[in-house]
């Protein structure tokens, strides 16, 4: 005869413990067609459901990978409801994601989203990431796109996603294979251990964690120099921000964000120890630095201090730092790999101080001077709205790297370079048609 004792569990909620709500500004989706086999949910021997969190990781086809798409997070939301009679009753999640562009790129998504069966994973505010969509039952995933109404409108494209699972979107904090590299979400405690006959034998340690709270340094590095900070408190920085590097222990989650723009996560090393930003912000912006604290499932994001970043006098404001942040000179990285600041494109020398350019005309040729020079490719966006990195072309003294093609206007390019043994973001270039301006948003 089956063991049917309970699986029911206390549900405890300590005092004052903040639950923060909303979910992060990237989502992740791909077609179940690439996916080759599924992590699963804990079941006990008569097929309860023991626990909410995936065990194992999503295996992909060759060369297939997690796509990104970045939302509006203020207007974007998960939900869950039960649907069916008892004893089949389900869960239907639901997710409306709200991306801001009506770009061809994003008015292209709608052809590979709306007829095609997806799986999302979303990110809370702990850093745990939430899976939409089941191998058992299809996913409906429908876009609709608006161009704004008038002069205060405001125009987005919005993604609404309908999948059916056992239990309200399940945890995932195994491998997320992406074009940029692989990630994992925050680790998420099942509950159900290996409870295998029925009983709450299986829980052992419940909510216990051995992990350690995370320590940040307040010794920071901005731009090649030190500074130190104090929670809440603000520095300020003459000319655009070019490098930042944090120090610490058991680092789990960093971010800034720039102005109005969305916030942008800050690599850390899968140590905890050290984590390094080398994107180019422009002055005059208004840059937060925000850091997680706590454990477990006590983790929450806080702003830690403030950097002021006003306009310089000179054309050279920045000093150190390793994206370019000085105009006409040139900057060294760790890898001993020299760039000059100035890249030539379709035949002109163009100055990337800044970290934008902006070309009225299509985009042919680049070409980047330095010294050791190797890592650097051009990323553009295909028709499907995937990015397509291309490897430049490195001479044979390494002294110049070069690439050749054709990307019509209104689209955009991105040149990557190895610093600290990463690929990151150095210079956008901006195609427009005769006639139009690129301005900066922020």
Partial sequence: MPDCSSLQRSLAWCQGRPELPGVKRRIYYISKYDILKWPTLPHDVNGR????????????????????????????????EAQGEYPSQTQLNK????????????????????????????EDMKGAFRVVGSDKWQTKTTVAQDLGQGAAGSASTTINVEASDECPAPFYSGEIVTDDGTTSGASVENNG?????????????????????????????????TYNVTK?????????????????SNMSYLSYKAGTSMETEIAINSAGTSATCNDVISAPKTVKIYRQEGTGDNKYDVLWFTINLTA?????????????????????????????????????????GGGDIAINEPLTSVIVTGKNLSGLTLVRYDSNGSPAPEEMTVSDDKTTASWTGNIEPRREAYIKRVVDGENKLWVTIHILNEGEQWFDEN
């Fill in 193 to 225: 251990g290996s409870n295998t006959g029925g009983n709450n034998s299986g829980n052992s340690g419940g909510n216990s964690s051995s992990s350690s709270a995370p320590s940040y340094n307040n010794s920071v590095t901005l731009n090649g120099q």
């Fill in 49 to 80: 459901l023991i626990g909410s969190a995936y065990q194992g990781n999503f295996t992909l086809r060759a060369d297939a990978s997690w796509k990104y798409i970045d939302i509006i997070p203020d207007k974007s939301q998960l939900t869950s």
């Fill in 312 to 352: 310089s006098s000179s054309t050279g404001g920045n000093t150190g730092g390793n994206t370019g942040g000085n105009t006409g000179g040139s900057s060294t990285t760790g890898e001993g790999i020299t760039y000059d600041n100035k890249v030539n494109v379709n035949g002109k020398q163009r100055s990337v």
């Fill in 232 to 248: 809440g408190g603000t520095v300020n920085i003459t000319g655009n921000l070019t490098s930042m590097r944090f120090t610490g």
């Fill in 95 to 122: 997710l409306v994601a709200v991306h801001p562009s009506v770009g061809s790129e994003a008015t292209a998504a709608a052809a590979y989203l709306n007829n095609n069966d997806n799986v999302f994973l979303v």
